[in-house]
């Protein structure tokens, strides 16, 4: 079998995406920065390690559910992604694979998840990074769990409803702490949850619904998204060199509608 070696960031690239579109220009930046795209990944299938490779290098190693990587800046291009159960050989067939195009200026967070049948799939969503009023909290929901559709509540009141696999749903909400769970729509069946959700003043929030309600063991998982840059790119010129790998360590998270992005990431088949 051929070795396969780390690829290092900076000089590195993308994971996967589906139709985002292009709907808001990037900010005024420097051509090279301009020529990054800004990506986290979430891992958000139950019971399997994995790893992941793009064009035969590995990126990810033993990658567990429930967490996510930092944003890292990436080179834009097209890629083959293939996710492999965890040492595995990458020379067998891959639980997933897609080629993608990730494209310059975007922020995304691209999740491996359960399909609502339970089928294993990647999903990419656009994280909104738009300044939030003082005062204020933007808080995403997004469900990627094998289970039916679902009400989101915060405090018992409906805040998104009939919410399907794989969509999301956002709103600005009032600052402060939020007690949230998760019904069957249409019904007081409770999912998942309550859970306590701090949402400061200023601030994005991510909440993935994730797991498999056949298996019980849907969960909730919350990622926070950055609000305090005016461009995605501004900092991505001071972003370390090192192997994709390392960010399976990075950071709890816990994995389409649209929204406004700057640039978009697509799939090829």
């Given at each position: 079998m051929t070795s396969r070696t780390p690829l290092a960031v900076a000089a590195v690239a993308g994971v996967c995406a589906i139709g985002l579109g292009t709907a808001?220009?990037?900010l005024a930046a420097p051509q090279a920065q301009q020529?990054?795209?800004?990506?986290?990944?979430?891992h958000g299938v139950p019971g399997l390690d994995v790893d992941v490779y793009a064009n035969g290098d590995e990126l990810l190693g033993?990658?567990?559910?429930g967490t996510v990587t930092e944003p890292q800046a990436l080179d834009a291009g097209t890629y083959d992604i293939q996710?492999?159960?965890a040492g595995s050989d990458p020379g067998g067939t891959p639980a997933i694979e897609k080629k993608i195009e990730v494209a310059a200026g975007s922020d995304a967070t691209v999740a491996a998840h359960l399909s609502a049948d339970g089928t294993p799939q990647l999903t990419a969503f656009a994280d909104d990074t738009d300044e939030v009023?003082?005062?204020k909290a933007r808080l995403t929901v997004r469900h990627v769990a094998a289970a039916p559709a679902v009400d989101v509540r915060a405090g018992g009141t409906p805040l998104f409803s009939d919410l399907v696999n794989?969509?999301?749903g956002t709103a600005e909400v009032d600052a402060g702490t939020v007690s949230a769970d998760v019904v069957l729509a249409g019904t007081d069946t409770v999912a998942i949850g309550p859970a306590d959700l701090d949402l400061k003043s200023g601030t994005g929030t991510v909440v993935y619904a994730w797991g498999s309600a056949d298996d019980k063991n849907l969960a909730l998982a919350t990622q926070a998204i950055d609000t305090a840059k005016a461009s995605p790119n501004a900092d991505s010129a001071g972003v370390a060199a090192g192997p994709w790998y390392v960010w399976a360590g990075a950071g709890?998270?816990?994995?389409?509608g649209a929204l406004a992005v700057r640039g978009g990431m697509k799939w090829d088949g």
């Open positions: 808001v220009p990037a020529d990054k795209a800004m990506v986290s990944v979430f033993d990658f567990k559910p996710v492999f159960k009023q003082s005062g794989p969509k999301e709890l998270l816990a994995a389409a």
